[in-house]
């Protein structure tokens, strides 16, 4: 991962590749947002932008000579848009502009940083965005087959806050959420016939190796069955690839105060998805491969907890399996028997990411766990109500608002929707306790209830994140195109949260 680190040097004085200052769009054309730089340099770069295309926009990337007044090679200007009316800029578009500007700089071995970070919240942002930017996928690449360049190699963060213990904590904890999203997105981006429920385990027992305090227990195809999970084993059947059920568990270092509560995530690990005997069209399944996004991001925030020992006990439930047509698949109107005993009656076996879920939802249940989130790439239906980029959040009022506010604060965007009760009769079985589909339209909020049945009274939150999980159109901000490891920062956050009441 790209080396980062935080300098009070003046930005005229420090020698890199590049440095990176701050474009804003004001009334009259653009403005330079950034201290120290020679005057008569921004006067002139401010003068002749509508002739370079500089604009000032947000997610906008532009390179100028530095000249003779700079001791970096290249002046790098990266938007951020409007101010807000105070003067300011969110935190979060601190941190896609950082990101936007790093991913910009591929193939550079070193970056100054120098954007209007004036309190320890916007500079927390720039750090991490600058880290979640400088990321590549090329695992499957040959030698330069793709023309793309390694990372920027260093970058240093310009900052009069620099000396700061909050400084140096925020480039720590930074250091922490991109490398779990980094993993969770590298999860994502790995190729099915490599990553499969089996090596999918043997990736989050090799993680756990990494740091202090997780344990792992696997229960594979036949203890599934052997145990009642019923959902992990009816979705896998298909695939010659059995299914896995992973549990973490993490317990803070003996010594400081302990956790007054138990927490479990729980995420959908679908590693490949044909929608089963349901088969999808073919071009809905280039990008199943993502349908293991919610483990991928419950792993990499497990690590991330472990690795920032919060106070907190916390187990996660990873539900592993790949949804194939053969022989051996599970049927539309099958009935199975979901881990502590309800009913499904599968009327459609490409709505198997919600019964896979039931396993992992109601043995976190049973584990007596006070309140429980889960995530998942459930539901076409999401990206018809929120789109690509926007993530829905339902469950127990009080703990959905809690994931709201975690997400707000973490720069994640999710929307809370409702589970009414109107709905439930649209996913009653004429012979089981509950059918895994119902109609259309409302689809995201009937899965949401289907999920619901099987966590009874405990606290609960459910993410679907099926248009943000992966992101299939051109890079932006701290995003590439492919894995995003949405969810890993709202998780995070929410757990940080818990752990600071």
């Given amino acids: 991962m790209t080396d980062l680190s935080l300098s009070s040097k003046n930005p005229i004085a420090v020698r890199a590749d590049a440095l990176v200052v701050a474009t804003a769009k004001t009334s009259d054309g653009v403005a330079i947002v950034a201290d120290h730089l020679p005057a008569e340099l921004v006067t002139e770069i401010e003068a002749i932008a509508p002739q370079l295309g500089i604009t000032g926009a947000r997610d906008e990337v532009r390179k100028v000579p530095a000249g003779p007044r700079l001791k970096a090679d290249v002046l790098v200007l990266t938007g951020l848009g409007e101010r807000a009316e105070d003067g300011t800029f969110d935190p ?218 919060l106070p907190v006990a916390v187990t996660a439930y990873l539900c592993l399996a790949e949804n194939m047509p053969s022989g051996t698949a599970q049927r539309p109107s099958d009935v199975i028997t979901i881990y502590g005993g309800k009913t499904v009656e599968v009327l459609n076996t490409d709505a198997e990411g919600r019964v896979v879920m039931a396993d992992g939802l109601a043995s976190a249940v049973e584990d007596g766990h006070d309140v429980i989130v889960d995530i998942a790439t459930l539901t076409g239906a999401q990206m018809v109500a929120l789109g690509p980029y926007t993530a829905g959040v339902m469950g127990t009022e009080s703990v959905r608002d809690e994931v709201k506010a975690a997400a707000d604060a973490a720069g994640e965007l999710f929307w809370p929707m409702p589970l009414p009760d109107e709905l439930r009769p649209n996913i009653k079985s004429k012979v089981a306790d509950v059918a895994n589909s119902g109609p259309r339209m409302g689809g995201m909020l009937n899965a949401g209830l289907f999920l619901r049945t099987f966590v009874g009274d405990t606290p609960w939150a459910h993410l679907d994140i099926a248009g943000p999980s992966y992101n299939e159109k051109g890079a932006h901000g701290y995003t590439a195109p492919g894995g995003t490891g949405m969810g890993v920062r709202t998780l995070l956050t929410f757990l940080e949260n818990r752990a600071a009441k």
């Avoid at 996928?137 to 190699?153: I, L």
């Fill in 92 to 309: 979060e578009i601190l941190r896609r502009a950082a990101g936007a500007a790093t991913r910009e700089l591929s193939g550079v071995a070193s970056a100054a940083l120098s954007l209007p970070a004036t309190d320890d919240a916007a500079l927390a942002a720039v750090v991490e965005g600058a880290l979640l930017g400088a990321y590549r996928f090329d695992k499957y690449r040959t030698n330069g087959s793709d023309g793309a360049e390694e990372p920027v190699g260093s970058v240093e963060v310009l900052t009069t806050l620099a000396r700061g213990a909050k400084a140096k904590a925020a480039v720590e904890r930074a250091g922490v959420v991109a490398h779990a999203v980094h993993a969770a997105r590298d999860l994502v981006n790995a190729a099915p016939n490599e990553l499969y429920p089996a090596t999918f385990a043997d990736a989050a027992k090799a993680a756990a190796k990494d740091v202090k305090g997780l344990k792992v227990t696997v229960l594979d195809d036949k203890q599934l069955a052997a145990g009642g999970y019923g959902g992990l084993t009816a979705v896998g059947q298909g695939s010659s690839r059995g299914p896995r059920l992973v549990k973490i568990a993490y317990a803070p270092a003996k010594g400081g105060a302990r956790p007054t509560e138990k927490i479990a995530l729980v995420g959908k690990g679908i590693t490949f998805d044909t929608g089963g005997i349901s088969l999808k069209p073919s071009a809905s399944m280039e990008t199943m491969k993502s349908d293991m996004a919610g483990a991928a991001a419950v792993l990499g925030t497990m690590v991330a907890v472990a690795r920032l020992g």
